[in-house]
Structures are given as C-alpha cells and as structure tokens.
C-alpha cells in the first residue's frame, strides 16, 4: 500500500518560514520523481516543485529562489524549505510520487500565511 504522509504545515507572518516533509512508504522511493503541488480556495492545483529521481530540479516562478525542494532517499523523505512566505503562498500542499505515468498523492497539509 503506498502511503506519503505530509506534515510540517502551519500558520506563519508573511515573511517567515516553513518547511514541510513527506514520508513515503510502499514505493521504490529513489525511483520516483516527487513534486509539491499546492491547491488555494478556488484555483486549480499547481506545481510548485518538482525533483527527478536523478535529483535534478525545477521551481514554479512565483516560487523560485524562495522555496528549495529536495530529497532523502535513505529515508524516503521529500522536502520543501519555504523561504519569504507571502499570502499567496497560502494553499493546502500536496506531496506526489510519479513513475511511468502514475502518480500517487499524499493527503496534504495547511499553510495558512498571514498579512
């Protein structure tokens, strides 16, 4: 059964900092590539970061060079670092885990970023 568990969420001021975690489990993890995706009330679901399983990465723009994504294989861990929070960084953030075509999602965790 695979299983990817989110934690690391919270409420923060604009301009703070947050990292999230994402534990696999049931999965070939180090050949996966894994992605952070968010959702906000109302919009669709969007990439934020993605990292390959050769650990190569990319960054939505309104993210990049606040957020680091990156991965720990022996423990199967993906993480987020989120640097300079701003409001419309509030959203509810998913973890995925993509091969061949299939992609299995955790259940997600709240940021909430206030003003």
């Known amino acids: 059964q695979v299983q990817l568990v989110e934690s690391g969420g919270g409420l923060v001021q604009a301009g703070g900092s947050l990292s999230l975690s994402c534990v696999a489990s049931?999965?070939?993890?180090?050949?996966?590539?894994m992605g952070w995706y968010r959702q906000a009330p109302g919009k669709q679901r969007e990439l934020v970061a993605g990292?390959?399983?050769?650990?190569?990465?990319n960054y939505a723009g309104s993210v990049k060079g606040r957020f680091t994504i990156s991965r720990d294989n022996a423990e199967n861990t993906l993480y987020l670092r989120m640097n300079s929070l701003k409001p419309g960084d509030t959203a509810v953030y998913y973890c995925?885990?993509?091969?061949?075509?299939?992609?299995?999602w955790g259940q997600g965790t709240q940021v909430t970023v206030s003003s």
């Open positions: 049931g999965i070939n993890f180090r050949l996966f590539s």
């Open positions: 990292i390959t399983s050769g650990g190569g990465t």
């Open positions: 995925a885990a993509t091969t061949l075509g299939m992609t299995y």
